[in-house]
Every structure is written in structure tokens, then in C-alpha cells.
């Protein structure tokens, strides 16, 4: 059996991985001086934008659940 390999599957460092190490190795080197937060943003602000939009949309849910049930108890 010959093993498939896809690009797809093997994953790689991503866009916001590589960010993340430029602006590392530019903060060790001292070309930049931002903030660590700053630096390190390329990781967290994707997993924190994805947590605002799913706390949107839960919210909405919520909303538009509690409508509905309310056009339901008045017939």
C-alpha cells in the first residue's frame, strides 16, 4: 500500500505562525520594541476574535430563541 500525503493534510506553520516568528525575532533583536502582548498577537487575536463572533452569535441565538417563544404564548 503506497502511503497519499496532501497538502492539505500536512498542516505548516500557517500565515499568523510566521508573523508571529518575524516579529519575535525582530523584538529579540531589538529592531522592534512592542510590547509583548503586540508581538505575540499573530497567536492570540485569532482565537480572541473567533471567541467575539461566537459570543455574538449565542447571543443573537438567545435573542431570536426568546422571540420566538414569545410569538408562540400569544396565539
Not at 506553520?13 to 499573530?42: D, H, N, Q, R, Y
Request: charged content about 10%.
Amino acid at each position: 500500500m503506497a502511503k497519499q500525503t496532501s497538502a492539505a493534510a500536512s498542516g505548516g506553520i500557517g500565515f499568523t505562525g510566521l508573523l508571529a516568528v518575524a516579529f519575535i525575532v525582530l523584538k529579540l533583536t531589538g529592531a522592534i520594541s512592542w510590547s509583548w502582548w503586540w508581538v505575540l498577537a499573530p497567536l492570540w487575536l485569532p482565537v480572541a476574535l473567533l471567541l467575539v463572533f461566537a459570543a455574538f452569535a449565542f447571543i443573537y441565538t438567545g435573542i431570536k430563541m426568546s422571540k420566538d417563544n414569545e410569538d408562540l404564548h400569544q396565539w
